[in-house]
């Protein structure tokens, strides 16, 4: 190694070292997790180049009027505490806030997220028995000295830590955009012909937060939505419902299966008063189980023709957002293409329809990618980690291979106790890591294995 003092073992003379790498949700839930847990004398690094801990790219970035597609009720970072958030948001305007019950219906937007999430994050950081320290620079490397002892390369650092937990998100950190501008890249007036072409490649919640944010800013163009199968993301109801048990047949072991006997269960309920709504959510706390019993095959077979209709459904629309987007759809200068785009430049782009396989040229003055985020195995970071053993990819699907608690898989599969990822960055592995519940519970999981480590090692020492 070069640049930096070098890592050399653990002395019993310093402090557990923890390093978090990622300042956005999934960092800032893992840090407030760490420091519930942890009783004793640690050190917190938390790596990231970007300022404001706990906003990252879903908060951070946010306007005005773009809402969580979860409800307030589910959105508490603290599992024992679940009315938290809502408590925090009545304490923000005590006498404006509805009841706790009429609050927790609620779909707040995503910046006032952010700040809960920050906030609570800086708290717990204060309060704990921690040494935090922020390095505001990126990781790039994470590797194993001589020793065994983890080090990570942050900007020109090489930091020797006990423990490192890798929450980047879905781990991109530089966002390049396949089709066009990535999303969220900003624009500004000079950027738009209010009366132009803008086509939006990708149907799901980014599509709709852009198409929104065009709309707010002035362009009267028309916008062409364009995906293969054109899905669109499905509403949530207007009042919380009552989970529906998912029963899956005996032999149901594949996705076609599964999915006969979930549209049959739906249109049971729906006849019975009750929702395909409710459904889906009886389906979540076995949808983790029901995909890791999957076979490899099973598992692509869903990734290339189920996925879009099983996200489309699972992340859904907050009811005043569905409504907007019908309006949108109303319009004759909205509309959806089913297509594969095959080509973007400049102002040019190439669409294959799905029905009749033909191909069409078609110019736009402005191409925005929407179609959801990249594999993080294409980072220094995640490649340090595959190249060098550390973690390997899972049997289907992105990012790499972990626990249900958050441990990688090293390269000979054993699970690693000193080395988490948290997150998006374990979809292949477990499919339902992404939203805020299970990313909240996965860190109470990983930092319950840190603080039992810490115990050990003061006992050692």
Known sequence: MSGGAAAGPRSSSHPYRVAIVGGGFTGAAAAVAIADAINAPAELLLIDPSPGFGKGLAYG???????????????????????????????????????????????????????????????????????SRFIRAQATAVERNADGRIVVTAGSEHLGVDAIVIATGYGVFSPKARFGRAAFSKLDGADL??????????????????????????????????????????????????????????????????????RRQAREAVAQGQSWQGLMNGFRPIARQTWQALGTAEQNAFLRHLKPYYFSHRHRLPPASAERLQRELSRNDTRI???????????????????????????????????????????????????????RRPRAGAGINVTPDGRVHAADGRPQSDLFALGPLGQGALLEITGIREIVDQSRAMAGIIASNVVRTLNAD
């Open 61 to 131: 970035r946010a306007r005005a009027g773009e809402l969580l597609n979860v409800r307030s009720r589910d959105a508490s970072l603290f599992p024992d505490r679940p009315d938290d958030f809502l408590n925090w948001l009545s304490a923000r305007d005590p006498v404006g806030s509805p009841s706790l019950d009429q609050l927790g219906d609620t779909f707040m937007p995503r910046a006032t997220y952010g700040d809960y999430v920050s906030e609570r994050a800086m708290e717990a950081l204060g309060h704990a028995p921690l040494a």
């Open 193 to 262: 012909d209010h009366g132009g072409h803008a086509v939006l490649v990708g149907t799901g919640l980014t599509m709709v937060d852009m198409l929104f944010r065009l709309r707010d800013m002035g362009f009267q163009g028309t916008i062409d939505l364009v995906s293969r199968r054109g899905i669109l993301p499905a509403p949530h109801t207007e009042r919380a419902v009552q989970a529906i048990p998912f029963k899956p047949d005996a032999d149901d072991d594949r996705p076609s299966d599964i999915l006969h006997a979930f």
């Open 337 to 391: 293409r089913r297509a594969a785009v095959m080509e973007v430049a400049e102002d040019l782009v190439v669409l294959t329809d799905q029905r009749t396989g033909t191909s069409r040229r078609v110019t736009a003055d402005l191409v925005i990618d929407c179609s959801g985020h990249q594999s993080s195995a294409r980072t220094p970071l995640m490649k340090s980690l595959l190249e060098g053993g550390l973690a």
